[in-house]
């Protein structure tokens, strides 16, 4: 809903007013809005607002209540009710109409710097502590919100937009060559902590960061392993279910005019569902819109089809990004596609394109991410517990799934039981052939401890805490994309992973159940009782077999890329049909490009 950007001179030196306007002013595509700020002599916050409803009151950024203590936030509090209750038992009034932002002021009042621990939403904010003299920023829990900084002798800067920071002019351009060469083996950072640049750090997912002459990170929130919610009747799960995805979409929605990202598959139908009911239950007009891609012509593509039933069922309107008629790397030589760092997508003009779409029609957006790692149970969970010899438990979770669904479970028995037996076994984790020196030495990393192992669902828990969530929020963030439209991600609420994480993995979990069950009535047959499928294709193979892309393969590398790449040793790409040599092989030219914008700043 904004942009952030705040500079903090430790040694007491004065804010540079005409600085904090220019780096605020950087952060106009994140807020069109309205840009502030508030200087407090060696501290200055400056913050670009975007709002997503023409219902809400405008408000003005960076805010105090008392003169002393400021914020600067880029937040969404959802269950405002329940936390200005608690705010009002702790003496907080007058909280009704308070806005989000002050919400996080009060609650930091009462808590201090515990105050995270009693949010809900997305939100990366800053908060100047006047009478400490500290500052205290924090990340959501899942980390939705992005948060860079970067420190340096006596100063620290930091913004909700990597580029913001970067125009501080004590900043350095130098590239971390660890972070460059992640890319190149896995298409991203693999260090939660790490940019591509050495002096710019990202605040991870649920950590804060506090300091008085110097910042330190650390990790506020785990997710939980030790919840276990058990009912007597089955009806009691599905309805706990629908009633806390209700409130998550309520939650985000905020405005009557909003869109869903929404291909054929049961999670984004699963959201545009419960968007349309949330809006229905309120009699003032609304405009609930999805939109879809598709391919029509390069490869089989069954999206159109059930994601048009849905939209027919839901009686909304829906709007098709056609792939077919984009080519490799599309627009990426212009500065709408630029980024800060380097992006694995040759179809980002799809991507921008598509949200652009959205935009056009309101501010708020909804995706279907998180239920497939919400409800993930791996391939040998029924092996498990037969090689545990709990063959009564086994019969007793497939009757219940029956029971529910009125049929057996589907199990694509051939693969799993490759898997099983071992024959199917993953690639070795290998680094390109092209790699230098500089990209394949790379030194072993400062990494926190492995993540708590989950008692029921281990796999589901690794997913849903992986360093890869955040790095895919980022791209749709508006301080990235330049398109003023802000996404959210209702399966990411806190509220509803908690509960997956604690109910019977069977029948629950299993074939997506507890979903498809809260869905009787809501989507279509077709649609609801669809299977988990993977494509069969990819667009992007059946691009690289067409005669007008050969130049792919022949691109002049700028002198920067030869750092990381003997570009002499990296395969043709055109005419490949493996699809995981074609991603990889692709990555010299996509960094190209970035280095390549990098020279003409």
Excluded at 488 to 506: K, S
Aim: overall charge neutral.
């Amino acid at each position: 809903m904004s942009g952030i950007v705040g500079i903090v001179n430790w040694d007491g030196t004065l804010v540079d007013p005409r600085l904090l306007s220019r780096l605020t002013d950087a952060l106009k595509n994140a807020g069109p809005d309205g840009q502030h700020v508030w200087l407090g002599g060696p501290v200055g916050f400056g913050h670009a607002s975007l709002r997503t409803s023409r219902d809400a009151a405008p408000e003005t950024q960076p805010l105090s209540l008392d003169g002393r203590t400021w914020i600067t936030a880029d937040a969404r509090v959802d269950g405002r009710a329940d936390l200005v209750r608690e705010l009002t038992v702790h003496g907080c009034d007058g909280l009704r109409d308070a806005t989000d932002t002050a919400l996080i002021l009060h609650a930091y009042r009462v808590w201090g710097e515990s105050c995270v621990r009693n949010l809900l939403g997305d939100f990366a904010f800053a908060i100047w502590d006047g009478e400490r003299r500290r500052l205290f920023c924090a990340r959501d829990h899942f980390g939705v919100k992005p948060l860079f900084y970067a420190e340096g002798a006596g100063f620290l800067v930091f913004s909700s937009s990597l580029n913001c920071v970067r125009l501080h002019p004590r900043v350095s351009s130098a590239l971390d060559d660890q972070a460059i060469a992640d890319f190149l083996r896995v298409g991203s950072i693999e260090e939660p902590t790490r940019t591509c640049f050495a002096g710019i750090r990202r605040l991870p997912a649920a950590h804060d960061l506090i300091g008085e002459t110097r910042v330190r990170a650390k990790r506020y929130w785990t997710l939980p392993v030790d919840g276990e919610v058990r009912y007597r009747r089955s009806t009691e799960y599905v309805e706990h279910f629908t009633g806390l995805l209700t409130r998550a979409v309520a939650d985000r929605l905020r405005s009557r005019s909003a869109g869903v990202l929404m291909s054929g598959g049961l999670d984004s139908t699963t959201i545009a569902a419960t968007a349309k009911r949330c809006l229905a239950d309120d009699p003032r007009p609304f405009d609930l819109r999805a939109y879809t891609t598709v391919c029509d012509r390069l490869v089989a593509d069954p999206e159109r089809r059930y994601a048009q039933l849905t939209a027919d069922a839901l009686a909304i309107p829906i709007h098709y990004r056609v792939v077919d008629d984009y080519q490799m790397f599309e627009r990426w030589d212009k500065a709408e596609l630029r980024r800060a760092e380097p992006e694995a997508d040759p179809l980002l003009a799809v991507h921008v394109d598509q949200l652009s779409d959205a935009a056009a029609n309101g501010r708020v957006l909804l995706t279907g991410h998180g239920a497939d790692p919400a409800v993930r149970i791996p391939a040998r969970y029924a092996l498990d517990l037969v090689k545990h010899g709990e063959l009564g438990r086994l019969s007793a979770e497939v009757g219940r799934y029956i029971m529910q669904c009125r049929r057996l479970p589907r199990v694509r028995i051939g693969t799993h039981a490759r898997r099983w037996l071992g024959f199917a076994k993953p690639a070795a984790d290998r680094p390109p052939s092209w790699l230098n020196a500089t990209a394949r030495s790379r030194p072993a990393s400062a990494t926190e401890a492995p993540p708590e192992i989950h008692p029921t669902r281990p796999h589901a828990y690794e997913l849903l805490t992986s360093a890869d969530w955040p790095a895919i929020f980022e791209t749709y963030d508006p301080g990235v994309t330049g398109v003023p439209v802000e996404v959210r991600h209702p399966f990411f609420d806190r509220r509803v992973v908690e509960y997956l994480l604690a109910i019977p993995p069977m029948p629950w979990s299993f074939d997506k159940t507890i979903v498809r069950l809260a869905m009787r009535g809501a989507l279509p047959e077709p649609v609801r009782r669809r299977p988990k499928t993977v494509a069969a294709s990819d667009p992007i193979v059946a691009l690289l077999q067409t005669a007008d892309v050969r130049w792919v393969d022949h691109f002049e590398a700028v002198p920067a890329l030869h750092r990381y790449v003997d570009r002499e040793r990296v395969p043709r790409v055109c005419g490949e049909t493996d699809q995981n040599a074609i991603w990889t092989n692709v990555r010299p030219l996509c960094l190209n490009y970035w280095l390549k914008a990098q020279d003409a700043l």
